[in-house]
């Protein structure tokens, strides 16, 4: 009994520890790609990444994004035949959610890890958003 909750336990950190690696190799690799110009009316993605050292009430920033996910989430599910669906955009956006759990957990205790979350989820939402600005260009 004690080895099957052992074995458990373990395999379930082993799968946090792969999630977490995937979400930041993506993120790394998306680094150019991930840049949403600031002057972009259609998301606040490039004016989040700009603000997240500086402002004072990181909700603002929270809300801004949250609008993004939104219009990215509607977009991955109903533009099936645009095959923007695949498993790195998933992953992402998984990955923002649980940054977002993260930042509501550490916004009152600890700002500079909440910063540090609006950043990532601006991040792994400026790789999606490049991704389905890009392939429409792609198709043609």
Known sequence: MIASILILAVSAVLLAYWFRYSCLLL???AGPRADVPAQDDRFNIGMVLERA??????D????ALERDYHM?????KHAA???LASIENRILMLDYRLMRGWY???RFFAPKLSR???VEM???LGAVAHQTAQQPEEIA
């Open 27 to 29: 993120l790394r690799n």
């Open 53 to 58: 050292a500086t402002e004072p009430h990181l």
């Open 60 to 63: 603002v920033l929270e809300r």
């Open 72 to 76: 990215l989430s509607y977009l991955l």
């Open 81 to 83: 035949d645009l095959e």
């Open 104 to 106: 509501r957990v550490t």
């Open 116 to 118: 540090k979350a609006i």
């Open 122 to 124: 601006a991040t792994a």
